[in-house]
Structure formats: structure tokens, C-alpha cells
């Protein structure tokens, strides 16, 4: 159970704070997340702090691979202004 | 809001304030402040129009981190080419940007400013943001420091805040009601969820509102900058202007809303443009009569460097920096002496211009009947006179001038017209920008004008002007309208917007 950040990345630090299990750690070109350490805050907080205060959609997925921000969640962006 | 020369009351004004030179209206803002608060501005770039021609400030970016999401923010940070808050090149450790700090100051010794302005929220990253602010503090004490912030974290930090030299904040403050704020603020991050809508928006308010309390109870001088979005928060920005006016904050700064499509923004991405010169000024006026205004703010980038309008950022990237040995007790004292010096010359300024108010007042002033006010743009590279090409203007300043004298109200960017090379090729589109520009301007004062750029301003109803070339702005501004009272040109209109009206 981990979660993953991807390259959308813009490495802005806002989640390595939060992490509780100081799974976050500063790496080139982005942030990652330690898969061993990660527990999804469970225990800890009812959502996941990295992904509860990233501002880029789509830059953390779950262990499906699935976005917790999809596109147009964050930003109200409408999905086809964003692919424009 | 009067020009000094003709305005007797501006003799007894506190020292400390500035002369008709240099943008002009320094005295607009500064002279209703009280002696104590003048006395901490007076040699900030950002808070005194005449001061930004001699004092220079920077911003070093260590806080990239953000709590909250605004519509005109998009979260990406490395373009050198734009201008514009929120964007910066090169992100700092503490300890790196302490090193920066120390050697700008000791390579441009009109440095007295270092602002924490983001890319994020200074505030949301307290750990990196209260570092620097400690080392400086111990390592350059000749140095002021200020912070910007969304607020939303500011009451938690306050206590720590005041135990630096940290006696200017700037809290960015778009409304007092939820429901404006909603259609401004997608998200905040509060109490370790991601909250949205009405609900965000009502916490962010009630947090700046604490937070601009809890500064002024401690004497910290509070600013507060508002982005002006039309037909979002235009009409609400009165509202919100007489209530921090009366929690205590000293100085307001509507800024206009920066919405290109290719930032990527919400709001550029979905066609919400920003005010026109002529709105902004218009709710600058309108706030005015509660609040002092502030209106040369150029929204520098969060990693600007140097005086106001110029960015000296590229000869201090981190490897230059790191090549830089700083002995910063001995630049202390270089820059002490060139304090001193500015400070004689601005004392100078001051003494010549107060002895020009008193001859004034001992011939007395002649009373002309109120003609209506007109705007004049002017084209300047600084020092208070008209000493730049139009072609060559990348900014005009903007007065309007009244039978009650000049005052600054703003200044406008554009691209210069000629670059100074020998042709000029896309001479006429950029021409056209610049006309756009001076909309609403009815002549235009530079040095000097070509012939081609000539015809087209007098086709648009705008008078260029080279006549006054090195003259004072202000001076200038003033001999012209009179020209054009002289000349039945302030009598005609008024007929024009009586019968409009």
C-alpha cells in the first residue's frame, strides 16, 4: 500500500512536511515517496496529507495508478480548456 | 491629492516625504501617515515612489510551498521571461539565500529591502521562511525585511513574526465575503483536509481578518495588496478597502488581475480578463477617499532583484553567488556611507522643494476657475524629468493634471515602439499597443518623438509632446494643461460631458 508521485511533479515541498511517515523525500527531477515507508496516512488522517495539499492534478496515484486529483478537480479547469 | 507647489498645507507636512521630482505623488501617500510609520517607508522601494529611484529591494524565493489555490495563480515556477508574482527561476535553501541576500547587498549597496514573497505562501513554509529571516537578522542587521502572505496561516505566526526586524507585512486580501471569495479560491488546505468553495472561502477571510488584528495590536505595519478581477470583487474591493482601513493596515494596493491564456491560470484558460487602465484608476479613486493608495506597484516577480521596474536577478544565480566571497561586516560600512549619502540628497530635494512651496504661498496662488481634469503620459527613465525617447519607453507614467495641480495615478507598460535599431519591423503593430496603451491620455510628454509615431498619436486624440525634454515631470504636466486652457481645449470637453451627462 503506497502511494507514487509522477512527473508533474514541480517539486514545490508543500507535502514533505506533512507525510507522518517521512516517506517524502526531495530527489532530481521530482519528489518521491519511499513505498516502503508510505501508509497512505492510514492511521494517522482520514486523507492523505500529499495528496490532500498538492496543487498539480494527476501528480500522485494510487497503487492502481489512478490519480487522487484528477484533472478539473483541483483547478475547476474544464477538462477541455486543460487539453487545449 | 494635490501638487505641493500649489497646495500651502503640504509645507507643514512631516520630513521625511519627497519632491515634486521623481514620480510625484509620494506626498499623496505619505502625508497622511503618521510620523512613525513614515519614518520605517520613507527608504522602502515598494512603499514610497520616491524612494524606489534610489533604494532597491529583493525577493529570494524559499517558500515554494502553497495552503491555498487563487484563480490567478498557476503553480509552475521557471520562466525567466515573465514578470509577474508567484514566478520565480532558482528556488533557495535558507542557507542559500542568506548567501544571495548577503551579496547583492554587498554588490548594490541601495539594497535595504529583502522580501519573502513566495512562490508559494511564505507563511505555509514557516521552517524555510523563519530560518532565513533568523540568519539575517544576526548576519545583516542593516537590512528590513517584510514578508507577503495569503493569511490563511498568519494568526499561528504572528508571535514569531515580531521577533524579527520583520516590521512590514503584506497580507493579500481579494474579499470580505464568502461568496466573492468562492468564485476566487477553488481550495484551501486547513486543519489537514482539503476544504472547497463557500466554506474555504469563509475561513481564508476570517483568518486574514484575524491575522491583520493581531499585526496591528503589535505594531507591525500591515499592507494590504488586492487583485482587482472585474465582475468578480471590482465593486466589492470599496467594501473591503474601508475595513482594513479601519483594522489598521496603512496602505491598499489594487493591482490589476494578470490573465494571459499561456499561463495557464483558471482564469486565463476560461476568457476572465482583467481591468483596463481606466478601471483600475477609477476604483484606485474610489478607494482613495477612505485609504491611502498605493500606485506604482509593478507586481514584481517572487525572485526580483534590484530597484523597482529592473531585474538584476541574472547576475546572481546560485553559481555566480557561490563564486562570491562576501566580507559583510566591511560592506555594512559601504553601505552605511551610501545610505548617507542618498539620504543627504533626498534631504536636499526635500529643503529645495519646501522653499519653492513657501515662495509660492508668499506670492499666493493665482485662482483659476476648476477646469476638468485630463490625463497626460509621460515617458521617463527616472531622476523626476521627461528624459525618454517614446520610441524607447517600455512604461509610461501617468498624471492627470486639474485645475487643483498633478498627481500621479499609475504607470502603464507597454513595448517600446523602436528598440533603437535601424529598422524598426514590427514597428507599426507595436505602435498600435502602445496607442492602446495610452487610451484615455490626451497628450504624451518624452524627449522626443518620430514622425511616423507623430501622425498616429495626433490621429488618436493624444498630443505628443517634445518640448519639455529634461524638464520635471510635474512642472511639465502643469505647463502643458495650462497650454491647452489657454488654448479653449479644457472648455470644449466639459461643454461635451455636460451635455452627455
Not at chain 2, 107 to 131: K, S, W, Y
Request: proline share 6%.
Amino acid at each position: 500500500m503506497a502511494l507514487e508521485i509522477i512527473e508533474s511533479c514541480t517539486s514545490c515541498w508543500a507535502c514533505q512536511p506533512l507525510c507522518p511517515s517521512k516517506a517524502i523525500f526531495e530527489a532530481k527531477p521530482h519528489f518521491l515517496i519511499d513505498p516502503v515507508k508510505c501508509t497512505e496516512c492510514a492511521g494517522d488522517f482520514e486523507d492523505p496529507q500529499c495528496a490532500t495539499i498538492c496543487p498539480i492534478e494527476g501528480a500522485i496515484l494510487n497503487e492502481d495508478g489512478v490519480p487522487l486529483n484528477p484533472p478539473g478537480s483541483l483547478t475547476g479547469i474544464p477538462i477541455l480548456k486543460l487539453a487545449a | 491629492m494635490q501638487l505641493p507647489v500649489i497646495n500651502n498645507a503640504v509645507a507643514e507636512a512631516p520630513k521625511g516625504g519627497c519632491s515634486a521630482g521623481s514620480c510625484g505623488s509620494t506626498d499623496d501617500q505619505m502625508n497622511h501617515l503618521p510620523e512613525h510609520i513614515r519614518e520605517k517607508v520613507f527608504n522602502h522601494p515598494c512603499y514610497s515612489e520616491e524612494a524606489h529611484h534610489y533604494f532597491a529591494r529583493m525577493h529570494v524565493a524559499v517558500a515554494p510551498a502553497c495552503n491555498i489555490q487563487c484563480h490567478y495563480c498557476n503553480r509552475k515556477y521557471d520562466c525567466a521571461n515573465e514578470s509577474r508574482p508567484g514566478v520565480v527561476s532558482e528556488l533557495h535553501h535558507p542557507v542559500q539565500a542568506v548567501k544571495k541576500v548577503l551579496a547583492v547587498a554587498a554588490t548594490i549597496p541601495q539594497m535595504t529591502v529583502l522580501g519573502i514573497a513566495g512562490p508559494g505562501d511564505p507563511l505555509a513554509n514557516p521552517e524555510r521562511t523563519f530560518e532565513t529571516f533568523r540568519m539575517l537578522s544576526e548576519q545583516a542587521p542593516d537590512i528590513k525585511l517584510c514578508v507577503s502572505t495569503n493569511g490563511l496561516s498568519l494568526p499561528d505566526n504572528v508571535e514569531e513574526l515580531a521577533k524579527y526586524n520583520i516590521d512590514h507585512v503584506t497580507i493579500t486580501i481579494n474579499c470580505v465575503d464568502p461568496n466573492v471569495g468562492s468564485k476566487i479560491y477553488p481550495w484551501i488546505f486547513w486543519k489537514n483536509k482539503r476544504i472547497k468553495g463557500r466554506e474555504a472561502a469563509a475561513i481564508l477571510i476570517e483568518q486574514q481578518q484575524k491575522g491583520l488584528e493581531m499585526l496591528v495590536a503589535k505594531g507591525i505595519l500591515v499592507k494590504v495588496n488586492s487583485v482587482m478581477i472585474p465582475g468578480v470583487n471590482d465593486k466589492h474591493l470599496e467594501e473591503v478597502s474601508k475595513i482594513v482601513k479601519a483594522k489598521g493596515a496603512f496602505l491598499h494596493n489594487v493591482m490589476p488581475l494578470i490573465s494571459e491564456a499561456e499561463h495557464g491560470t483558471y482564469y486565463g484558460l476560461t476568457g476572465q480578463r482583467g481591468p483596463t487602465h481606466e478601471e483600475l484608476q477609477a476604483l484606485q479613486d474610489a478607494c482613495e477617499g477612505d485609504m491611502n493608495m498605493m500606485r506604482h506597484c509593478r507586481q514584481c516577480r517572487a525572485d526580483a532583484v534590484g530597484l523597482l521596474g529592473e531585474d538584476r536577478g541574472a547576475e546572481f544565480t546560485m553559481d555566480k553567488v557561490e563564486q562570491m566571497e562576501i566580507n559583510y561586516p566591511e560592506a555594512m560600512k559601504m553601505r552605511a556611507e551610501v545610505h548617507a549619502a542618498i539620504n543627504e540628497e533626498l534631504e536636499s530635494k526635500r529643503i529645495a522643494k519646501e522653499s519653492k512651496v513657501q515662495l509660492v504661498s508668499i506670492q499666493g496662488v493665482q485662482k483659476i476657475a476648476a477646469t476638468r481634469p485630463v490625463l497626460i503620459a509621460v515617458a521617463t527613465k527616472g531622476n523626476g524629468l521627461i528624459n525618454e525617447h517614446f520610441g524607447h519607453a517600455g512604461e509610461f507614467l501617468i498624471y492627470e493634471a486639474s485645475s487643483e495641480g498633478a498627481r500621479f495615478i499609475g504607470h502603464r507598460k507597454t513595448t517600446p515602439y523602436c528598440e533603437g535599431g535601424d529598422t524598426c519591423g514590427d514597428g507599426e503593430s507595436v505602435l498600435d499597443k502602445t496607442l492602446k496603451v495610452l487610451a484615455g491620455c490626451e497628450a504624451v510628454l518624452c524627449s522626443k518623438v518620430g514622425y511616423e509615431p507623430w501622425g498616429q498619436l495626433e490621429a488618436a486624440g493624444i498630443q505628443p509632446n517634445g518640448e519639455h525634454a529634461m524638464e520635471p515631470i510635474e512642472d511639465a504636466v502643469l505647463k502643458v494643461y495650462e497650454e491647452m486652457r489657454v488654448a479653449g481645449k479644457l472648455d470644449a470637453k466639459v461643454t461635451e460631458h455636460q451635455k452627455a451627462a
